[in-house]
């Protein structure tokens, strides 16, 4: 199929009606409106259901409840609204209910702003849900890697029976770029509905999801499940990451999402001067990817987020020597240029090319 | 070394300054050119500066944003004027609806073309065409498009049922270019 051109949060709801999501249940909130729009209009013409919940909170139960039932389901916020989804997420963990979760970042806290930002690093890969838990989380930085991410996301989120998390950011919402739907996605080992979803099973072996396991060994032996088997399988077959100009390189800039793209830029223009500076991307924030920060030729790891500096730890935990780790990051809804990013990894090298 | 075209348009809401990106951005990628549009939102656009980003390059797209650097601007109101005009680079354009921004470029680094596009349309009888003049100018000086990607795009923008909209179009992009024209330096 040829290209189209469309806006990033149009794409996203695209996408997630090719993979097969006939569920979806949202709230409004800038700057990812376009997702339950589009929703509005195109869900019902594919056969499903679309429901404007009257907050975060009921939306994000509705989805507990259709990700409980088998159905491929999803919900979109920006990050005052993920916060509000928070208890429930939890909850879909723990009934091991398979969901996407749309998370167009923007400037916080609080309140904040409406501008893009990537301030919600720690709220997608550690989550404000109580209990011990992990949730993929995928982090696309173009309008194709955004469609790539949610079609993956319910292929992850089957297969491993747990909430998955898009996070990108009001940028990546509202810009336009060239894209193909129709790329192949990687299928995997999906558990049958009438192992456990609700209405799939028979009289004799009735599905239920549950949340309360009131006996401690059990909850504790839940636990360790999901950790032993659930989690480290993910660790094992999930974690995604580009290298961009890495082959010889000395310096290594990190970023993830809008941000990798405009060091991207920095990249090019320090490689002009003659600086050996190449490009980590994570793909995947959790599972975090370890491999490329084992790379001993590397002098110094320049972090840039949106936000200031979230994903520092990871790098760090990543490399193993804070030493190596530095962080240059905006926030706040601003967008920090490739030139400033360029600037302060020219100061970190010293000059020396 | 490829080619990187930097384009703001700007604008009241209402002129067709996003459209006149998504415009150009739909017929780069027809040209096969790596492409992105990117709308202010929220706040800044209060004010009266309704405005785009877009990148029409040889090579992909790095960042789809950018303050200053702009290789072509387009200023359709008064505000726009004063926001764009300082952070087009030195040796871009500027096109300016002179229908109704008075004021003069005082740079002499950059091409300036002031060209009437609301007296313009008023001539083709549709008030709505300026933004399709104002493009028929641009990608005459400019080169960024060809003007047949531009038609073809028109349906992918605004959907076939618009066809009928080809022609006085396709009249008001001639008429743009022609008038730019006579302002080429």
Same mark, same amino acid.
């Given at each position: 199929m040829a290209k189209i051109i469309m806006k990033g949060n149009e794409a996203v709801a695209k996408a997630a009606i090719i993979a097969g999501c006939r569920y979806f249940f949202g709230y409004p909130i800038t700057p990812q409106n376009e997702v339950p729009e589009y929703l509005s209009r195109e869900l019902f013409a594919a056969g499903g259901t679309f429901v404007q919940a009257e907050s975060e909170v009921a939306a994000i139960n509705m989805v507990y409840g259709a990700g409980g039932s088998g159905a491929r389901v999803m919900t979109s916020s920006s990050s005052p609204g993920i916060a509000l989804k928070q208890e429930g997420i939890g909850y879909c963990v723990a009934g091991e209910v398979p969901c996407v979760i749309v998370s167009m970042m923007r400037g916080g806290? %609080?309140?904040?702003?409406?501008q893009p930002s990537q301030s919600d690093y720690n709220q997608a890969t *550690?989550?404000?849900? #109580?209990g011990d838990y992990h949730i993929p989380v995928l982090a696309p930085g173009s309008v194709q890697e955004a469609v790539d991410d949610v079609k993956e996301a319910f292929e992850i989120a089957d297969c491993y029976r747990t909430p998955v998390i898009v996070v990108a950011d009001g940028l990546i919402g509202q810009m336009m770029e060239p894209v193909e739907l129709e790329n192949p996605v990687k299928t995997r080992d999906i558990s049958p509905k009438e192992a456990w979803a609700l209405g799939y099973g028979t009289r004799e072996k009735q599905n239920s999801i549950e949340n309360?396991?009131?006996d401690s060994p059990a909850c504790e032996a839940k636990n360790i499940r999901f950790f032993k088997e659930k989690y480290s399988e993910i660790e094992e077959n999930e974690v995604k990451y580009e290298e961009y100009m890495m082959d010889d390189a000395e310096y290594a800039f990190v970023a993830y999402g809008t941000t990798s793209r405009i060091v991207k830029n920095s990249v090019n223009e320090l490689r002009e001067k003659g600086y050996k500076i190449g490009l980590i991307k994570p793909r995947t924030l959790w599972p975090f990817p370890q491999v490329p920060f084992?790379?001993? #030729?590397?002098k110094k790891f320049v972090v840039v987020e +949106?936000? +200031? %500096?979230?994903m520092v730890i990871d790098v760090e935990l990543a490399v193993g !020597? *804070? !030493?190596k780790v530095t962080f240059y990051g905006r926030c706040g809804g601003i967008i920090p240029t490739p030139e400033e990013c360029a600037d302060y990894a020219e100061k970190v090298m010293g000059g020396a090319k | 070394m490829g080619k990187t075209h930097k384009i703001s348009c700007a604008g009241f809401g209402g002129q067709g300054v996003m459209s006149m990106g998504q415009l150009l951005t739909y017929a780069g990628m027809i040209d096969g050119k790596e492409v992105s549009w990117v709308p202010a939102y929220g706040p800044e656009m209060r004010g009266g500066t309704a405005n785009c980003s877009v990148i029409v390059s040889d090579t992909p797209v790095g960042s789809p944003i950018f303050e200053t650097g702009i290789t072509t601007a387009v200023v359709m109101n008064l505000p726009s004027f004063h926001k764009f005009v300082p952070k087009v680079a030195s040796g871009g354009s500027i096109f300016v609806n002179s229908s109704i921004v008075n004021e003069k470029v005082d740079r002499d680094d950059v091409n300036v073309y002031y060209i009437p596009v609301n007296d313009l349309a008023n001539e083709l009888g549709n008030a709505k065409l300026i933004n399709i003049i104002m493009l028929g100018a641009v990608i005459e000086i400019d080169k960024i498009v060809e003007s047949e990607s531009i038609l073809k795009a028109f349906l992918k923008v605004f959907g076939d049922n618009k066809a009928k909209l080809i022609p006085i179009n396709r009249e008001a992009l001639a008429k743009g270019a022609e008038v730019a024209k006579t302002l080429k330096k």
């Amino acid at each position: 199929m040829a290209k189209i051109i469309m806006k990033g949060n149009e794409a996203v709801a695209k996408a997630a009606i090719i993979a097969g999501c006939r569920y979806f249940f949202g709230y409004p909130i800038t700057p990812q409106n376009e997702v339950p729009e589009y929703l509005s209009r195109e869900l019902f013409a594919a056969g499903g259901t679309f429901v404007q919940a009257e907050s975060e909170v009921a939306a994000i139960n509705m989805v507990y409840g259709a990700g409980g039932s088998g159905a491929r389901v999803m919900t979109s916020s920006s990050s005052p609204g993920i916060a509000l989804k928070q208890e429930g997420i939890g909850y879909c963990v723990a009934g091991e209910v398979p969901c996407v979760i749309v998370s167009m970042m923007r400037g916080g806290p %609080g309140l904040g702003t409406i501008q893009p930002s990537q301030s919600d690093y720690n709220q997608a890969t *550690r989550g404000g849900a #109580n209990g011990d838990y992990h949730i993929p989380v995928l982090a696309p930085g173009s309008v194709q890697e955004a469609v790539d991410d949610v079609k993956e996301a319910f292929e992850i989120a089957d297969c491993y029976r747990t909430p998955v998390i898009v996070v990108a950011d009001g940028l990546i919402g509202q810009m336009m770029e060239p894209v193909e739907l129709e790329n192949p996605v990687k299928t995997r080992d999906i558990s049958p509905k009438e192992a456990w979803a609700l209405g799939y099973g028979t009289r004799e072996k009735q599905n239920s999801i549950e949340n309360l396991v009131i006996d401690s060994p059990a909850c504790e032996a839940k636990n360790i499940r999901f950790f032993k088997e659930k989690y480290s399988e993910i660790e094992e077959n999930e974690v995604k990451y580009e290298e961009y100009m890495m082959d010889d390189a000395e310096y290594a800039f990190v970023a993830y999402g809008t941000t990798s793209r405009i060091v991207k830029n920095s990249v090019n223009e320090l490689r002009e001067k003659g600086y050996k500076i190449g490009l980590i991307k994570p793909r995947t924030l959790w599972p975090f990817p370890q491999v490329p920060f084992k790379n001993k #030729n590397i002098k110094k790891f320049v972090v840039v987020e +949106m936000s +200031m %500096g979230q994903m520092v730890i990871d790098v760090e935990l990543a490399v193993g !020597d *804070r !030493d190596k780790v530095t962080f240059y990051g905006r926030c706040g809804g601003i967008i920090p240029t490739p030139e400033e990013c360029a600037d302060y990894a020219e100061k970190v090298m010293g000059g020396a090319k | 070394m490829g080619k990187t075209h930097k384009i703001s348009c700007a604008g009241f809401g209402g002129q067709g300054v996003m459209s006149m990106g998504q415009l150009l951005t739909y017929a780069g990628m027809i040209d096969g050119k790596e492409v992105s549009w990117v709308p202010a939102y929220g706040p800044e656009m209060r004010g009266g500066t309704a405005n785009c980003s877009v990148i029409v390059s040889d090579t992909p797209v790095g960042s789809p944003i950018f303050e200053t650097g702009i290789t072509t601007a387009v200023v359709m109101n008064l505000p726009s004027f004063h926001k764009f005009v300082p952070k087009v680079a030195s040796g871009g354009s500027i096109f300016v609806n002179s229908s109704i921004v008075n004021e003069k470029v005082d740079r002499d680094d950059v091409n300036v073309y002031y060209i009437p596009v609301n007296d313009l349309a008023n001539e083709l009888g549709n008030a709505k065409l300026i933004n399709i003049i104002m493009l028929g100018a641009v990608i005459e000086i400019d080169k960024i498009v060809e003007s047949e990607s531009i038609l073809k795009a028109f349906l992918k923008v605004f959907g076939d049922n618009k066809a009928k909209l080809i022609p006085i179009n396709r009249e008001a992009l001639a008429k743009g270019a022609e008038v730019a024209k006579t302002l080429k330096k």
